[in-house]
């Protein structure tokens, strides 16, 4: 990664972004040591103009900036980094200094937690439960939701239709994990018809 360092006396943009949910989640600045520490340690480490020195994200809070991916923009003089925040990331509390977190992408937040229900095998987690009764379970749920969401469609209770689509969106996801795959991998292929 070939980054300018030159136009801002040593000092590059850098946005943080939430890797599931890409909510902005702050700006901060890098200078060259403060790149090859974050590359080094995989953890974001700033230049703080403040400070006047290096601040790794979370070093006294515990609230780090875990890094997965990190890309350049066209001139070569901003960062995006893409990570997985433990703990809020603004000095205030909120998940994001740009305000609180969106529920554009909690879908993503959400498929991550039902993953990790059923990987670490919890037991009493009801979704571990579904899952383990096996795919023909899990699909049978899915179209009792999918039932549920239609009945309730022909009513004028928003509520109830509302709470309908969520049960449904919901199972849906775990039937996704149970056939191995994510709500990326169908993202894709609606992006993939979108361009024809």
């Known amino acids: 990664m070939k980054i300018d360092f030159t136009k801002d006396n040593g ?3 850098v946005i943080i972004q939430d890797a599931t949910s890409a909510q902005v989640l702050m700006l901060g600045y ?3 040591e ?3 520490k974050t590359q080094a340690e995989k953890r974001v480490t700033f230049f703080s103009r403040s400070k006047n020195r290096l601040w790794t994200k979370g070093e006294t809070s515990g609230n ?3 890094v997965i991916d990190m890309q350049v923009d066209c001139d070569q003089d901003t960062i995006l980094i893409k990570v997985n925040a433990v703990g809020p990331t603004c000095h205030t509390g909120s998940v994001s200094c740009f305000g609180e977190a969106s529920s554009k992408g909690f879908l993503y937040k959400l ?3 039902i993953s990790d229900r059923i990987d670490s095998d919890d037991p009493d987690s009801y979704t571990n439960k579904l899952y383990k009764r ?3 379970k899990v699909a049978q749920k899915v179209g009792e939701e999918a039932v549920e969401l239609v009945i309730e ?3 004028q209770n928003d509520d109830l239709f509302l709470n309908e689509a969520a049960d449904l969106m919901y199972h849906y996801l775990i039937l996704l994990k149970a056939k191995g795959k994510k709500l990326e991998d169908v993202e894709k292929i609606l992006q993939n018809r ?3």
Do not use: H, R, Y
Request: net charge negative.
């Open 11 to 13: 000092l590059v943009p």
């Open 111 to 113: 498929e991550e937690t």
């Open 34 to 36: 403060a790149l090859q």
């Open 134 to 136: 096996g795919i023909n």
């Open 30 to 32: 890098m200078n060259e």
């Open 194 to 196: 979108s361009k024809k």
């Open 153 to 155: 469609a022909k009513d």
């Open 64 to 66: 780090f900036l875990n």
